[in-house]
């Protein structure tokens, strides 16, 4: 109990910068970044999700909680933040619905920051999220949610470390007690507008032949889609034959991002053949 | 006009690449992936040896899911919180009938008089719309304000998973996904959330069929109708020191039929219009949290009883002034409603229901919620009884509930649980009905989800109708 009494003190000192935080809720007219919050499940996101906006979106302690994605948002130094909570998912490699959904918003939805939310005490599993969403993009927050619980059974994480070694802000959080929700705004704030400069860390993958080919259609790749910010990412996929992505290249809706625009819903397809 | 992929450069290109790297493209990519997961982890995270990690959480999970104590603990868990239900529901559903049902009710029609309004507008206004309003209201608030903070407890401590992970060897000895058991305990709660949340699911054949056999999971709107019939009829029968016990295990009872039903539909599909391999996955257990009391009392208040509420209301007054015009619309000398339960009758008695129940299934479509309401309307108004329009029926106790439905309505213990049943066997409310069909887009599946039940219910009703009057 004193911890979150704690942190509602800290909240009206004018020194936080929680201070400045408005809740919007679901009202949002217009905004000036999209911010996607991705993670896996039972990692607190939706935590996360409900302290920023003040929205009340049932939380549950499983997976498939969250499978269509909620939109709140929330006021920071003058700027609107508009806040898109993804499903929870353990990877973007498969294809169920709810990762299709998490995955083509970060790469169609062409938000200003993504914040992937991780569980101290099981961060190896989380990391391969964080990981596949840095290979699709670099405008990441790494929160490090569940620190009192990590603590609790004798863990700690070294957040610098982390930070250096995926090459993007690291933040460690109790979400539920509040801790470090001034940290992680201040951390999106600058983000999104590019004052930190992420350098994400590439995943190598110590195969020269997979390597000459992505060497051989990225060119092509970036020729005909010049905006698209991972031409590595989406080379992969196609050498993995990815249906989506290969029909979003056919169609020509792979160059089609636009900032912050919703994806069509995907539909559950004729199980018969 | 989607252009051909086959004739596109870039993609022609990827694909001859890729016939020469071969196709362990992607197993490459994931073990990069898992390989520096776990190196840059190590580099962070450091553990300290003296506290032994997760061990009361280890030594919790032992229990919940071992082979032997697992189901058992589960149906004890669900006694628990039906028996704390139907215990704690009486007192406060008897003062809010109280209120509504008599006082207000009584006012209404003093103040209508006062005014000089004509029978009928005051009929339409408060013996149909008011009084199912104030019904579904007496009969659902209580139940619901102490059912859903108790299963979102439940929730929130972390114990649903630890149920699916029981679950999950039925469901792919059934052929069905493993995730499927967490769709279902979804529809627990609502059977439209239930059909959404099987976005979990990867393939696009188990996932079908764990939106058709959704249903099978009781939802927000039936919990209250098997509450009820399992208190007044089959509680009833018991002792009065275990009479709630009883009609909790009664509700229990159907709910684990649920499973089964749910277990033997998939089983049948996947071998038969849905054939296929089970597809195998990892369920992570989660850690067990302190729940926050104060967060899920008001999450499960506000969010989860007055919004299934307000539906029920919303529903409840239009169904009302359907049932009021129906019973008061002449056709050759007899009501309208007088006629279909007439016609329905037949095909109810085969069923061990009545015409009634036939009848009252029919309005409820948009919402179960009001099912019981529904039929308590039609019984008195068919039994051109006029408790309710005298102000006789000033309270709903499960009392007169029990003496209106066996003496107007000539129920037996056969009705009552026959209701149980089909309450589990039906067709989908009309929300979850278009929520299969935006998930499938497909006709034919949403008539099989919709039919199916009917047909289930259908044989099942009939059969032990049979059977009990063989027996008897």
Known sequence: MSNSHDAAACATCPVSNTAQVRKLGAQL????????????????????????????????????????????????????????????????LSTSVDEEVARDFVLFGQPDATIVVTDATRLERNLSLVLQILAITERVVVAVNLMDEAKRHGMSVDVRRLSRDLGV???????????????????????????????????????????????????????RFPQLPNTRWVALRLLEGDA??????????????????????ILLQEATS | MTPQPASDPLLQQAASLRS????????????????????????????????????????????????????PMMALMLMGVFWLTIAGANVPSAMLGDLLLGNVYTWLHAVADALGAPWWLSGLLIDGMYMATAWVVSVMLPPMAIFFPLFTLLEDLGYLPRVAFNLDRLFQRAGAHGKQSLSMMMGWGCNAAGVISTRIIDSPRERLIAIITNNFSICNGRWPTLILMGTIFIGATAPAAVASLVAAASVVTVTVLGIFVTLIVSAWLSRSWLKGEASSFSLELPPYRPPQIWRVITT????????????????????????????????????????????????????????????????????????????????????????????????????????????????????AVNLMLYSLLH??????????????????WTAVATFLPIALGFVVTVLVALVVRVLT
Not at chain 1, 66 to 71: D, G, H, Y
Not at chain 1, 170 to 180: D, F, L, N, S, T
Not at chain 1, 193 to 210: E, F, M
């Open chain 2, 427 to 444: 067709n989908p409310c009309s929300t979850t009905i278009l929520t299969i069909w935006h998930e499938t887009k497909s006709l034919k």
């Open chain 2, 300 to 415: 499960s208040v506000i969010d989860r009883t007055l919004l299934v509420l307000w539906r029920a209301v919303v529903m409840a007054a239009p169904a009302g002034l359907i049932i009021w015009l129906m019973s008061n619309v002449q056709v050759a000398d007899l009501s309208m409603a007088a006629h279909l339960v007439a016609w329905l009758e037949p095909l109810g008695w085969l069923m061990g229901l009545n015409g009634v129940i036939l009848l009252a299934y029919i309005v409820t479509i948009p919402a179960n919620e009001i099912i019981i309401p529904t039929i308590l309307m039609l019984t008195l108004n068919l039994a051109n009884s006029n408790l309710a329009q005298s102000g006789v029926m000033l309270e709903l106790s499960d009392d007169l509930v029990y003496a209106t439905l066996t003496g107007m309505g000539g129920w037996t213990l056969l009705t």
């Open chain 1, 29 to 92: 007219g217009r905004w000036d970044y999209t911010i996607a919050l991705a993670g896996n499940p039972n990692t607190g996101k939706s935590t996360i999700f409900n302290t920023l906006t003040g929205l009340r979106q049932h939380t549950g302690n499983w997976s498939g909680k969250t499978v269509v994605r909620a939109e709140g948002g929330y006021t920071y130094q003058g700027s609107q933040y508009r806040l898109v909570d993804l499903p929870g998912t353990y990877s973007l």
């Open chain 1, 169 to 223: 802000p690291v933040v460690p959080m109790a979400a539920r007690q509040g801790e470090g929700v001034a940290e992680l705004l201040s951390m999106v704030a600058q983000v999104a507008s590019g004052a930190y400069q992420t350098k994400p860390y590439v995943l190598p993958l110590q195969d020269a032949a997979i390597e000459a080919a992505i060497a051989n259609l990225e060119p092509q790749i970036r020729a």
């Open chain 2, 20 to 71: 020469q790297i071969g196709d362990n493209i992607h197993d490459h990519i994931s073990e990069s992936v898992y390989a520096t997961a776990a190196a840059i982890s190590d580099r962070a995270v450091t553990r300290d040896g003296q506290v032994a990690a997760f061990r009361l959480d280890r030594a919790i999970d032992q229990v919940v899911t071992s082979r032997i104590w697992g189901f």
């Open chain 1, 244 to 265: 989506s992505i290969m029909r979003a290249v056919a169609d020509g809706t792979l160059g089609d991002v636009r900032k912050g625009l919703a994806v069509a819903p």
